[in-house]
C-alpha cells in the first residue's frame, strides 16, 4: 500500500502546489523552447514578432551557418573540434580513472595511501589557478590551438572525481570472480580487462555521463589556448556573437541556430540517458 | 601480522641477508602491475595539476608581461590586491553572487523537491523537465538570456510592454543597481534542478516505513515536513549547499557571455577578472596572484568540506 505517499486528495495545499509547479515549468521551459523556436524564422519575423510560433519554419539560419558564420568559419568545424575533443577526454577519462580506481580499491602496495590522499586533495583544485601556467606550458610543447592539448587538461580536470568514483565502486565489486580468473592464470591486466570492465558498465556509463556535458560546455580554458579560428569550439563559437543592440546585427538567426545546435546534442543525450543520468548525477554530486 | 603484510607486499618473507635495494626491487615486482595501473593518472595529474600549482604560485612573485624577462617583485602582486579596488569588488561580486544563487538554487531545489516526492500528479515529468535547463550549456543559456533581455526587442521588455508594464522594462544589463541581480536570477533558473535532483534522491532514501508510521499517527505535511524530512536529509542538504557555493565561486562562463564584467565592472568576478589580467592586459604575474588566492579560498573551503563530510559518513 503506497497511499500515505500522496498527498490528502483535494486539499487546498494540493491545489497549491500544482499550480505552483505548472507555472514554475513554463518559466523554465519556456525559454529553452523559444531558443529552438526562432532558430526557425528569419531576422525581421524575431525582432518585429518575438513571441511568433516558427511556421513555416525556415531553415535559413541553419544553412547559413552550415556554410560559414559571420568570422566565415562553417558550423561543422567547431562541431568536428567539440566532438574530437569530447570523444578524445571522454576515453582517455575511462581508461585511466577504471585503471587507477581499481588498483586503489584492490592493491595494497608502498605508496598506495599516498596516492589516495593526493587523489582525494585534488578534488579541492580549482581549474583557475592552473591556466596561466598550462596557457604557457601548452605553448611550448606546441599543443595550444590542438585538440590534443584540450583533451589532456580536460582529462586532468576530470580525473579527480572519476577515479572517486571508479574506486568507490571496485570496492563494492565481488571479488571471488577475479580471484577465480587469476587461479585460473589470467594476469592482473587480464582479469581486469576481460572480468571486471564487462561486468562494469554502470560505472563506466557513471562516468562518461558526469563528465560529457561540463567538456562539450568548457569554455575559460578553451577560450584561452584556442585562438586560431580553426581549432575552436562551440562554446566559443556561441560566446563570439555580441551584438548587445539586436538590431546592430544581421546575425540574430544564425546566433540562434548555433545555440540550437550547441544545445541539441546535450538535450537528445539527456532525454535518451535521463535516468541514468539523474541517478549518475545523484550519486556523484556528494562525493 | 608481519611488517610485509602492513606494507601491502604479497605474504612472502624475504631472506634477512638482502639489502635495502634488492627489497626495494622485489616490492617493486611484486607490485609493477598496480604501479602501471595508477601511473597514466598520476602522470596527468602531476604534470598538468600539481607542477602548474607551483609555477602558479611562483609567476605570483614576479612582474611579467610574457615577453620581457621577469623581474621579481615578492609579494608586492598580493600587497597591490588589497588595493586594487577593482579586485576588492570582484571578491565582493562573486561572494555575493555565490551566496545568492546557493540560497536560491538549494531553496528552490528544495522546494521542489519536496513538492515532487509527494507524488503529485505529473511527478515524473517534472522530474525530467526541472533538470533539462542544467544540461543546456552555460554558454548557450548566458547567450539565449542576452538576448531575451535585450532592451529594444527582447523577449522580456516586449512581454512587459505588451501587457502595460511599461515602467518594468528596462536595460537589464545595461543598468549597474541590477546587472549582477540579473545574472543571480539566471543562475538560479538555471541551476536549481540540480539540488532538486540530488535532495530528491535523499528524500527518496527515507523508510517507507517512517512515513507509514507519521501517516498512522496522523501528522500534517507541515509536521512531516518539519520532524520527518528536513531532519533527515539534513546532511545532504548541507553537502550540497557547500558543493554550490565552490561551484558559484568559479563562476566565469556566464558573466564572460552576458556582461564580460560590465557595466562599469559592477558585474565583475574573480573569474573574469583574472581571464582579462592575464590575456588582455597581460600582466601574468599580477593575474597568477589572483589565481594563487581564488585556489587558497576555494581550496580551504573543499578541504574543510572534504574533512567535515567525511567525518559524517563515518558517523552513519
Same mark, same amino acid.
Given at each position: 500500500?503506497?497511499?500515505?505517499?500522496?498527498?490528502?486528495?483535494?486539499?487546498?495545499?494540493? $491545489?497549491?502546489?500544482?499550480?505552483?509547479?505548472?507555472?514554475?515549468?513554463?518559466?523554465?521551459?519556456?525559454?529553452?523552447?523559444?531558443?529552438? &523556436?526562432?532558430?526557425?524564422?528569419?531576422?525581421?519575423?524575431?525582432?518585429?514578432?518575438?513571441?511568433?510560433?516558427?511556421?513555416?519554419?525556415?531553415?535559413?539560419?541553419? #544553412?547559413? %551557418?552550415?556554410?560559414?558564420?559571420?568570422?566565415?568559419?562553417?558550423?561543422?568545424?567547431?562541431?568536428?573540434?567539440?566532438?574530437?575533443?569530447?570523444?578524445?577526454?571522454?576515453?582517455?577519462?575511462?581508461?585511466?580513472?577504471?585503471?587507477?580506481?581499481?588498483?586503489?580499491?584492490?592493491?595494497?602496495?608502498?605508496?598506495?595511501?599516498?596516492?589516495?590522499?593526493? $587523489?582525494?586533495?585534488?578534488?579541492?583544485?580549482?581549474?583557475?589557478?592552473?591556466?596561466?601556467?598550462?596557457?604557457?606550458?601548452?605553448?611550448?610543447?606546441?599543443?595550444?590551438? &590542438?585538440?590534443?592539448?584540450?583533451?589532456?587538461?580536460?582529462?586532468?580536470?576530470?580525473?579527480?572525481?572519476?577515479?572517486?568514483?571508479?574506486? #568507490?565502486?571496485?570496492?563494492?565489486?565481488?571479488?571471488?570472480?577475479?580471484?577465480?580468473?587469476?587461479?585460473?592464470?589470467?594476469?592482473?591486466?587480464?582479469?581486469?580487462?576481460?572480468?571486471? %570492465?564487462?561486468?562494469?558498465?554502470?560505472?563506466?556509463?557513471?562516468?562518461?555521463?558526469? &563528465? %560529457?556535458?561540463? %567538456?562539450?560546455?568548457?569554455? $575559460?580554458?578553451?577560450?584561452?589556448?584556442?585562438?586560431?579560428?580553426?581549432?575552436?569550439?562551440?562554446?566559443?563559437?556561441?560566446?563570439?556573437?555580441?551584438?548587445?543592440?539586436?538590431?546592430?546585427?544581421? #546575425?540574430?538567426?544564425?546566433?540562434? #541556430?548555433?545555440?540550437?545546435?550547441?544545445?541539441?546534442?546535450?538535450?537528445?543525450?539527456?532525454?535518451?540517458?535521463?535516468?541514468?543520468?539523474?541517478?549518475?548525477?545523484?550519486?556523484?554530486?556528494?562525493? | 601480522?608481519?611488517?610485509?603484510?602492513?606494507?601491502?607486499?604479497?605474504?612472502?618473507?624475504?631472506?634477512?641477508?638482502?639489502?635495502?635495494?634488492?627489497?626495494?626491487?622485489?616490492?617493486?615486482?611484486?607490485? !609493477?602491475?598496480?604501479?602501471?595501473?595508477?601511473?597514466?593518472?598520476?602522470?596527468?595529474?602531476?604534470?598538468?595539476?600539481?607542477?602548474?600549482?607551483?609555477?602558479? !604560485?611562483?609567476?605570483?612573485?614576479?612582474?611579467?608581461?610574457?615577453?620581457?624577462?621577469?623581474?621579481?617583485?615578492?609579494?608586492?602582486? =598580493?600587497?597591490?590586491?588589497?588595493?586594487?579596488?577593482?579586485?576588492?569588488?570582484?571578491?565582493?561580486?562573486?561572494?555575493?553572487?555565490?551566496?545568492? *544563487?546557493?540560497?536560491?538554487? +538549494?531553496?528552490?531545489?528544495?522546494?521542489?523537491?519536496? *513538492?515532487?516526492?509527494?507524488?503529485?500528479?505529473?511527478?515524473?515529468?517534472?522530474?525530467?523537465?526541472?533538470?533539462?535547463?542544467?544540461?543546456?550549456?552555460?554558454?548557450?543559456?548566458?547567450?539565449?538570456?542576452?538576448?531575451?533581455?535585450?532592451?529594444?526587442?527582447? !523577449?522580456?521588455?516586449? =512581454?512587459?510592454?505588451?501587457?502595460?508594464?511599461?515602467?518594468?522594462?528596462?536595460?537589464?544589463?545595461?543598468?549597474?543597481?541590477?546587472?549582477?541581480?540579473?545574472?543571480? *536570477?539566471?543562475?538560479?533558473?538555471?541551476?536549481?534542478?540540480?539540488?532538486?535532483?540530488?535532495?530528491?534522491?535523499?528524500?527518496?532514501?527515507?523508510?517507507?516505513?517512517?512515513?507509514?508510521?507519521?501517516?498512522?499517527?496522523?501528522?500534517?505535511?507541515?509536521?512531516?515536513?518539519?520532524?520527518?524530512?528536513?531532519?533527515?536529509? /539534513?546532511?545532504?542538504?548541507?553537502?550540497?549547499?557547500?558543493?554550490?557555493?565552490?561551484?558559484?565561486?568559479?563562476?566565469?562562463?556566464?558573466?564572460?557571455?552576458?556582461?564580460?564584467?560590465?557595466?562599469?565592472?559592477?558585474?565583475?568576478?574573480?573569474?573574469?577578472?583574472?581571464?582579462?589580467?592575464? =590575456?588582455?592586459?597581460?600582466?601574468?604575474?599580477? *593575474?597568477?596572484?589572483?589565481?594563487?588566492?581564488? =585556489?587558497?579560498?576555494?581550496?580551504?573551503?573543499?578541504?574543510?568540506?572534504? /574533512?567535515?563530510?567525511? +567525518?559524517?559518513?563515518?558517523? !552513519?
Amino acid at each position: 500500500m503506497n497511499l500515505v505517499r500522496k498527498y490528502p486528495t483535494g486539499t487546498l495545499l494540493k $491545489f497549491v502546489v500544482v499550480v505552483l509547479l505548472v507555472m514554475w515549468s513554463v518559466i523554465e521551459l519556456y525559454p529553452i523552447l523559444f531558443m529552438f &523556436n526562432t532558430s526557425l524564422k528569419l531576422d525581421p519575423d524575431i525582432l518585429n514578432h518575438p513571441f511568433s510560433i516558427a511556421f513555416p519554419p525556415s531553415f535559413e539560419s541553419y #544553412a547559413r %551557418v552550415w556554410e560559414g558564420d559571420q568570422t566565415g568559419q562553417p558550423f561543422i568545424l567547431y562541431f568536428l573540434n567539440s566532438s574530437v575533443i569530447l570523444v578524445g577526454t571522454i576515453v582517455m577519462l575511462l581508461v585511466t580513472s577504471t585503471l587507477a580506481g581499481y588498483a586503489l580499491a584492490r592493491g595494497r602496495f608502498p605508496g598506495s595511501p599516498l596516492v589516495q590522499q593526493g $587523489f582525494l586533495l585534488s578534488l579541492a583544485v580549482p581549474a583557475h589557478a592552473l591556466l596561466i601556467p598550462l596557457y604557457f606550458f601548452l605553448g611550448n610543447l606546441g599543443l595550444r590551438n &590542438n585538440p590534443i592539448g584540450m583533451m589532456l587538461v580536460y582529462t586532468t580536470l576530470g580525473l579527480p572525481l572519476s577515479i572517486v568514483l571508479s574506486r #568507490a565502486y571496485f570496492l563494492s565489486f565481488p571479488v571471488e570472480l577475479e580471484e577465480q580468473a587469476l587461479i585460473d592464470g589470467c594476469s592482473r591486466f587480464g582479469a581486469f580487462w576481460r572480468i571486471v %570492465v564487462p561486468m562494469s558498465k554502470s560505472i563506466l556509463a557513471t562516468i562518461a555521463i558526469l &563528465n %560529457v556535458t561540463w %567538456v562539450w560546455s568548457e569554455l $575559460f580554458f578553451a577560450q584561452a589556448f584556442l585562438s586560431d579560428t580553426d581549432s575552436q569550439t562551440l562554446p566559443i563559437a556561441v560566446a563570439s556573437y555580441r551584438p548587445a543592440q539586436m538590431q546592430a546585427s544581421a #546575425a540574430i538567426s544564425q546566433h540562434f #541556430a548555433i545555440m540550437a545546435l550547441t544545445t541539441l546534442p546535450l538535450v537528445i543525450f539527456y532525454f535518451v540517458f535521463q535516468k541514468n543520468i539523474r541517478k549518475g548525477i545523484a550519486a556523484g554530486a556528494l562525493r | 601480522m608481519t611488517a610485509t603484510e602492513i606494507a601491502g607486499t604479497p605474504i612472502t618473507t624475504y631472506p634477512r641477508q638482502l639489502s635495502v635495494m634488492q627489497r626495494f626491487k622485489k616490492t617493486l615486482q611484486a607490485n !609493477l602491475m598496480w604501479y602501471l595501473f595508477v601511473a597514466p593518472a598520476v602522470i596527468l595529474i602531476l604534470v598538468f595539476m600539481v607542477v602548474p600549482i607551483f609555477e602558479a !604560485l611562483s609567476l605570483a612573485m614576479y612582474r611579467w608581461n610574457g615577453v620581457r624577462p621577469r623581474e621579481f617583485v615578492g609579494f608586492e602582486n =598580493f600587497i597591490d590586491l588589497f588595493d586594487d579596488r577593482f579586485f576588492m569588488g570582484a571578491l565582493q561580486h562573486t561572494v555575493l553572487f555565490s551566496i545568492t *544563487a546557493t540560497l536560491g538554487t +538549494v531553496g528552490l531545489g528544495l522546494l521542489l523537491a519536496v *513538492a515532487i516526492s509527494r507524488n503529485v500528479p505529473g511527478a515524473a515529468l517534472y522530474r525530467i523537465l526541472f533538470y533539462l535547463p542544467v544540461m543546456v550549456p552555460i554558454t548557450v543559456v548566458g547567450a539565449l538570456w542576452v538576448r531575451i533581455l535585450e532592451p529594444n526587442f527582447g !523577449l522580456l521588455n516586449t =512581454f512587459l510592454r505588451g501587457v502595460g508594464l511599461d515602467g518594468l522594462a528596462r536595460a537589464w544589463l545595461g543598468d549597474i543597481s541590477i546587472a549582477l541581480i540579473v545574472l543571480m *536570477a539566471v543562475t538560479i533558473w538555471q541551476y536549481s534542478g540540480f539540488p532538486m535532483i540530488v535532495l530528491l534522491a535523499a528524500i527518496e532514501n527515507i523508510s517507507e516505513e517512517i512515513h507509514d508510521a507519521a501517516s498512522l499517527d496522523g501528522v500534517s505535511e507541515w509536521q512531516r515536513l518539519a520532524y520527518i524530512t528536513l531532519p533527515l536529509i /539534513r546532511p545532504v542538504l548541507i553537502s550540497i549547499s557547500v558543493l554550490q557555493i565552490i561551484f558559484s565561486l568559479k563562476v566565469f562562463d556566464l558573466v564572460w557571455v552576458m556582461t564580460r564584467g560590465g557595466p562599469g565592472q559592477s558585474t565583475d568576478v574573480l573569474g573574469t577578472f583574472l581571464f582579462d589580467e592575464a =590575456f588582455f592586459k597581460r600582466q601574468y604575474g599580477y *593575474a597568477s596572484a589572483v589565481a594563487v588566492a581564488m =585556489f587558497i579560498i576555494i581550496f580551504t573551503i573543499t578541504y574543510i568540506y572534504q /574533512r567535515v563530510v567525511r +567525518v559524517e559518513n563515518a558517523k !552513519l
